[in-house]
């Protein structure tokens, strides 16, 4: 099982939707990141969380340390939110920091 | 431009050759990380420096080495390439705290 798990994997919205994306992982963290992919694969960090709600224009990202869960919301989508969206975690054990990663969910936005 | 640079950005290159992937982080940042990212595995970890020195391995082959140099750019060494090499490789930097910021990769296929 893998430690990361998002879902769903694939997402479809009409414009102006509200859309959620979760993401659940097994082990301890000491901060949970919400990255975005664009198709020409370039990675852009959106959240680094590890406690309660941040906000950032559109995108809103929680995460509940008790049920190991976190979610991304995006209001009033625009086809420009086109993207896959991976949550990644920073293990809580050991000294380094690397990225754990989820396999991501595509996420088409239709006008 | 997130501040991290990777060249080449495109890399096509036969079986059993060896290549050399660059990146230099953000100004500041004494963190280095190397990513794969390819499409059977996804994301993945490979390896990270620390101010010139190795601070964690992940499931990096043997083949492949790097390190990070004084002026604090890291180079990725691939030799005796496969196919099975070909994927995106990401350089991430990162400063004392968690935040991350990920260059724009390489894409590397080998034919």
């Known amino acids: 099982k893998n430690e990361v798990e998002q879902s769903p994997q694939n997402l479809t919205a009409q414009e102006g939707e509200f859309i959620t994306i979760n993401c659940s992982y097994s082990v301890g963290i000491s901060a949970l990141h919400w990255l975005q992919q664009h198709p020409g694969g370039g990675i852009v960090s959106l959240f680094m969380?590890?406690?309660g709600k941040k906000k950032h224009g559109r995108l809103i990202a929680t995460i509940n340390i008790q049920e190991k869960h976190s979610s991304l919301h995006i209001t009033a989508s625009h086809p420009r939110d086109s993207a896959v969206y991976i949550c990644a975690v920073t293990k809580s054990s050991g000294s380094a920091r690397q990225l754990t990663f989820g396999s991501g969910t595509q996420l088409t936005v239709l006008p | 431009d997130s501040g991290v640079t990777q060249t080449p950005k495109h890399l096509i290159t036969a079986t059993g050759q060896r290549v050399t992937l660059r990146c230099s982080p953000r100004?500041?940042?004494?963190?280095v990380y190397w990513y794969q990212q390819s499409l059977d595995q996804g994301l993945q970890f490979l390896i990270q420096y620390y101010n010139g020195e190795e601070r964690a391995k992940g499931n990096i082959l043997e083949r492949f080495s790097a390190q990070q140099f004084p002026d604090l750019h890291s180079e990725l060494n691939l030799s005796s390439l496969e196919l099975g090499d070909s994927a995106l490789y990401f350089c991430a930097s990162s400063p004392a705290t968690y935040g991350y910021t990920f260059g724009s990769g390489t894409r590397l296929t080998v034919v």
């Open positions: 100004s500041g940042d004494l963190s």
């Open positions: 969380l590890s406690s």
